[in-house]
Nanobody
Framework: QLQLVESGGGLVQPGGSLRLSCVASRETLDDNTVAWFRQAPGKEREGIACITPSGASATDVDSGGDRFLISRDNAKKTVYLQMNRLKPEDTAVYYC?????????????????WGQGTQVTVSS
């Protein structure tokens, strides 16, 4: 059964950068579309970006726009989220999730496998 583990979160100053990693264990990610979501306290979970097995990707304009870049390395069973020019409002728990298939989607209900999350705090 596919399992996902996120890492790379932490405390960063406004304007800084972080790269989150989502590593698959037990199975590969070759046949999965993977997405990043985040949830801030008191807010609904929102989709950030997703990437298909072949590398096609989409990023939500409101949550990250051109500040965030999703990528993957199938050989390493890893999906990354590069986050640049971070803002205090980016503070949240960040989750990666996977689903079989190759359609781009940021609807969280379409993802069946989730990681435990990694905290990102943007503060001076």
């Amino acid at each position: 059964q596919l399992q996902l583990v996120e890492s790379g979160g932490g405390l960063v100053q406004p304007g800084g950068s972080l790269r989150l990693s989502c590593v698959a264990s037990r199975e590969t990610l070759d046949d999965n579309t993977v997405a990043w979501f985040r949830q801030a306290p008191g807010k609904e979970r929102e989709g950030i970006a997703c990437i298909t097995p072949s590398g096609a990707s989409a990023t939500d304009v409101d949550s990250g726009g051109d500040r965030f870049l999703i990528s993957r390395d199938n050989a390493k069973k890893t999906v990354y989220l590069q986050m640049n020019r971070l803002k205090p409002e980016d503070t949240a728990v960040y989750y990666c999730a996977a689903r079989s298939g190759s359609s781009l989607s940021l609807e969280d209900t379409r993802y069946g496998t989730w990681g435990q999350g990694t905290q990102v705090t943007v503060s001076s």
